[in-house]
């Protein structure tokens, strides 16, 4: 059965650097999600992303976050400048879009921010 | 925006108690409405989706949840919990994706 695949499992940096978190969506999947979970607390929507370009985006999603499909498979999301509260755990999603199909999850990154 | 509710934060059981857990989502827009499972170390699956005909909706590992219009409601329905139930449940609206947020739910052995 096709899946998501995130990439790193887990990421540790330094705060202030730039991380890179990697999503590779199933294949013919069109519409492509980030969202985080803080430990201990809420999944929470960060970012929609369809046809190359960000559909949706919650305020959460600042100038510190962007994301990009840089070639047909991977999804990234890129976090500027990372900050203590940024530490949570990643997850990306994708979905084809079609009638009644639901999000499919990867498995996610969690990032520690120190 | 539209959202969904969970009330229960935390619900602890024994095994081969009942399950409900509580969802309600709020008025407008189409309304189609999922619930995930999240194991202890793995990732988001899906339990079970609603999206039109029948409201009672049957899943996997012998869950259901009904649709109910008139409560705005999406409750999560298992007859007999299993200690190998104990997981995060997340109620999720299909139309903004955003997620209820979760009832933790423990079976003691």
């Known amino acids: 059965e096709p899946e998501v695949t995130q990439t790193p499992s887990h990421q540790v940096t330094q705060m202030g650097q730039e991380v890179i978190l990697r999503c590779v969506p199933i294949s013919n999947h069109l519409y492509f999600y980030w969202y985080r979970q803080i430990l201990g607390q809420k999944v929470e929507f960060l970012v929609s992303?369809?046809?190359?370009?960000?559909?949706?985006k919650s305020e959460i999603f600042d100038d510190q976050f962007s994301v990009e499909r840089p070639d047909g498979s991977n999804f990234t999301l890129k976090i500027r400048s990372t900050k203590l509260e940024d530490s949570a755990m990643y997850f990306c999603a994708s979905n084809s879009g079609q009638g009644a199909d639901e999000q499919y999850f990867g498995p996610g990154t969690r990032l520690t921010v120190t | 925006a539209q959202s969904v509710s969970q009330h229960n934060h935390h619900v602890i059981l024994s095994e081969a108690a009942s399950l409900e857990l509580g969802c309600n989502y709020s008025?407008?827009?189409?309304?189609?409405l999922f619930w995930y499972v999240q194991y202890p170390g793995q990732h988001l699956q899906l339990l079970l989706k609603y999206f039109s005909g029948d409201p009672l909706v049957k899943g996997i590992k012998g869950f259901e949840a009904e649709f109910i219009k008139s409560k705005f409601s999406f409750n999560l329905r298992k007859p007999s919990v299993q200690w190998s139930d104990t997981a995060e449940y997340f109620c999720?609206?299909?139309?903004?994706?955003?997620f209820g947020a979760g009832t933790r739910l423990t079976v003691k052995p």
């Open positions: 008025y407008g827009g189409t309304v189609n």
């Open positions: 992303f369809y046809n190359n370009e960000i559909s949706e």
């Open positions: 999720v609206r299909r139309d903004d994706m955003r």
